[in-house]
């Protein structure tokens, strides 16, 4: 009977170390990658001041500003089609030769000509022969071989270019609303890196909280295994019937194991302190303590309004929602195709050259133009179908993966909630556990003293007494981990939400 109750005692013992090796595997194992900060030596730090420095330090929140900032620039570009284009051009050139129009050809004078000119022959007295002649002549065809000087081989020229779009078939509109979404998006995503810091630094915080009470917890413990092995060590040696040498072998061992979960829970205790000072981008030498964490707040709102809230407030969700905003701006700018565009445009010259006939003339060399273009596509082998109908397939993609993605969040949501649910009444259960077995565990020792009660008695209620302890801790503990994967999941704090309620 004792062989077996030790060796539950044994299991008992193992089964609560678990617990603290994978805590510190896991803690190890999920450090982030973050920006070194300088450390002020023994701060003692709350969680609202990890989460400060958390801020100020991380290297995420850099890139997410880039984002914005690149968004923001995107949406100046987009919103310069509403402006006109200005554009300066100076050109020098010196060709191989001057430009010329070389003219051929001929040309027949008018009839009337011949006939004054022969009137004019006669009246000055010639004969009738020579005035024929001179009449065939002018009615013969006149050739012209010729070459014209256009203009210089060298030449100047500068220009000032206006351009303005007066009608784009909305894709101007399309385009410069997308990049208006894409700055939200970008500041969605910044908010969403903000939420993985705080969500991030109150998981290693609630852990390194954690891993101090199972510390403390340990060496409560060992404190009382050794009381209780110095008590059997007296009663053994003072010829007590009731203890044996085997009673006071098996409180040495068991104060042994205790001894090795102590150092178990200190190793889990180091990890997490490390991976909160890596989260809030301290040197790994760090020194700070934290400060006595405070209870968490019980959840008072119903599963709809967190539901509600989640597809409010949701970064993805706020994310996607945007996104498929774009997809209809898209298809006003694939269909723009369809319709013609028409633009304002104006322009002022100017001509430096030596040469001053031909087309560089004095009239030629200063002036303006100013006008209204059009473009159309008539036909342009079904490629505005084509891209019409791949934005709306866009869109009917994202909007299927935002179907999927407020099921997906709900249901996160649903399951946070119920986990909470379940940890607040173990928290409770096992505090009313913990106050139980304490009585007991004193009870135990009294009787233990006067040798009412046999070794193994005292060593389980010992046990007991841990184990409840432990487990009110592990409850507490998975009940902040709960609330603050459902505030990541709401994307805001449970405690706001449950104040507007």
């Not at 730090?45 to 958390?54: G, P, S, V």
């Not at 009444?425 to 304490?438: C, I, L, M, N, R």
């Amino acid at each position: 009977m004792k062989s077996y109750t030790s060796a539950t005692n044994y299991k008992t013992l193992n089964a609560m170390s678990s617990p603290l090796k994978i805590l510190g595997f896991a803690i190890l194992l999920s450090g982030s990658l973050v920006v070194s900060a300088s450390p002020t030596p023994q701060q003692k730090l709350a969680l609202a001041d990890c989460i400060r420095i958390a801020l100020e330090k991380h290297q995420s929140l850099n890139v997410s500003e880039a984002s914005v900032a690149m968004a923001e620039a995107q949406y100046q570009q987009a919103m310069s089609a509403y402006w006109p284009r200005i554009a300066a051009e100076v050109n020098a050139s010196r060709a191989d030769q001057d430009r010329t129009f070389k003219m051929q050809g001929q040309f027949d004078l008018p009839p009337a000509l011949g006939g004054a000119v022969a009137s004019l022959a006669q009246g000055q007295g010639l004969p009738p022969a020579q005035v024929q002649a001179i009449q065939q002549g002018l009615a013969q065809p006149v050739p012209i071989n010729m070459n014209i000087k256009l203009f210089d081989r060298d030449m100047v020229t500068s220009s000032l270019n206006l351009t303005y779009p007066i009608f784009t078939g909305m894709k101007r509109e399309a385009i410069v609303s997308q990049a208006e979404k894409g700055v939200k998006i970008a500041e969605e995503g910044r908010r969403k890196t903000n939420l993985e810091i705080v969500r991030d630094v109150k998981k290693y915080y609630y852990a390194a909280q954690f891993a101090i009470q199972m510390e403390q917890l340990a060496d409560d413990t060992l404190e009382r295994f050794k009381a209780l092995e110095d008590l059997t060590e007296r009663l053994y040696q003072h010829g007590s019937m009731r203890v044996k040498k085997t009673d006071y072998l098996r409180t040495k061992t068991t104060t042994a194991i205790t001894r090795t979960m102590r150092s178990e829970a200190q190793y889990a205790r180091e990890l997490a302190h490390e991976a909160l000072g890596n989260a809030m981008g301290q040197e790994w030498d760090a020194s700070y303590s934290l400060a006595e964490a405070v209870d968490a707040s019980p959840l008072s709102g119903e599963l709809k309004q967190l539901i509600d809230s989640a597809h409010t407030f949701n970064p993805d969700i706020q994310q996607l929602k945007l996104a498929v905003q774009i997809s209809d701006d898209q298809i006003t700018e694939a269909r723009s195709g369809y319709y013609p565009m028409i633009g304002f445009q104006a322009e002022v010259h100017d001509i430096q050259t030596d040469y001053k006939s031909g087309l560089t003339n004095a009239v030629n060399r200063d002036g303006w133009t100013i006008g209204i273009g059009m473009q159309w596509n008539l036909f342009d082998g079904f490629q505005t179908t084509g891209k019409v109908n791949q934005a709306k397939a866009q869109q009917r993609k994202l909007e299927s993966q935002q179907v999927l993605l407020d099921q997906g969040v709900a249901l996160q949501v649903k399951q946070q909630f119920l986990s909470i649910k379940s940890a607040s009444t173990q928290t409770k259960d096992s505090q009313e556990a913990v106050g139980y077995a304490s009585e007991n565990r004193k009870l135990h020792v009294r009787a233990y003293q006067d040798e009412l009660v046999e070794t193994k008695d005292v060593i389980e209620a010992q046990i007991v007494e841990t184990f409840a302890q432990g487990t009110h801790y592990r409850s507490r503990y998975a009940l902040e981990m709960g609330l603050l994967s459902l505030e990541y999941l709401l994307g805001s704090n449970v405690g706001e939400l449950n104040q507007t309620r």
